[in-house]
């Protein structure tokens, strides 16, 4: 800790800076990070599987089943989708740790990609009592994203508003060209909201508020992978939220011409990077 005051200073101000070492607790959860990391990576085939024959049975009997049944089969495409979601989340965010997730930023249509996204979320919702309303502002301009990761964080803040919605049905996502360029996405909860004191912390890996710890499920990866994605994309990630009305989160995406001008070269017509950073020269794979 320092701590500094000069009784001559005219303004009488103070300046205390204190550091907390937090190696040794961020230690433990890494390690345990990797074993889960280990055990969880195992669950990819099977699951590819499952939700394989979800789909194919799904077609197959779609308009033979009892409403009933349906509903049961729903359910469990839904669950499949969520636990994928759980082991990519899983297997992300130990990628990061070791600076092994790649992006390969593309020029992308964004109203196309969200849409996209929703309509496979949309079930998920319907399956937990919410409704997606979507407000896409005409003719935005290309955005330079992955869209394999961008799909990961839309997936994240919708899960997010499924499970901390509360008793409203509805969760709102927007998307509209900002004065800066930038391409913003909301997505709109009319829940539990979050207090303030604690609204700095939910980014942070491992976070998870005490007061749905007990009864909501997660594990506090959701918005740490979310926001490394974004800043790797030259993004940038907010919440704002009033307890007991509702949050809303939202991230920028940058065009896709004002990516391409700063990093594209004569050689490399691709656009590279880690969630750390950029990388050059760095052949693109994503295991
Ligand atoms: P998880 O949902 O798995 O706990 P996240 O990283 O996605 O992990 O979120 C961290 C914490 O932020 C959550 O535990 C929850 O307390 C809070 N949170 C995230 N999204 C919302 C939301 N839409 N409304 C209220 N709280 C939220």
Known sequence: MAAYYNKNNPDQTETIVTLFDKTTSYSKDDDALGFIA?????????LTILRGYIEVLEDELSGKLSPELASFMQKMHASSQQLSSFVSNILNVARIEENQLFLQLHEENWE????????????????HGKK????????????????????????NLIDNAIKYGGKSDKIIIRSYLRDDGTVETTVQDFGVGISDSIL????????????????????GLGLYLSKAIVNAHGGHIWVQSKEGQGSVFGFTLQQYSQLADKSKTADN???QRTAHGWIKNHSFYRR
């Open 38 to 46: 280990l055990a969880v990576h195992e669950l990819r085939t099977p």
């Open 112 to 127: 196309k990609v969200l849409k996209n996204i929703l309509s496979d979320m949309a079930l998920r919702a319907q399956v």
């Open 132 to 155: 997606l309303e979507a407000n896409i502002q005409p003719n935005l301009p290309a955005v330079g994203i992955d869209s394999v990761s961008m799909y990961e964080v839309v997936g």
């Open 200 to 219: 700095g912390n939910l980014f942070e890996k491992f976070y998870r508020n005490h007061r749905s710890r007990t009864h909501v499920g997660g594990t």
């Open 269 to 271: 017509s691709d656009i």
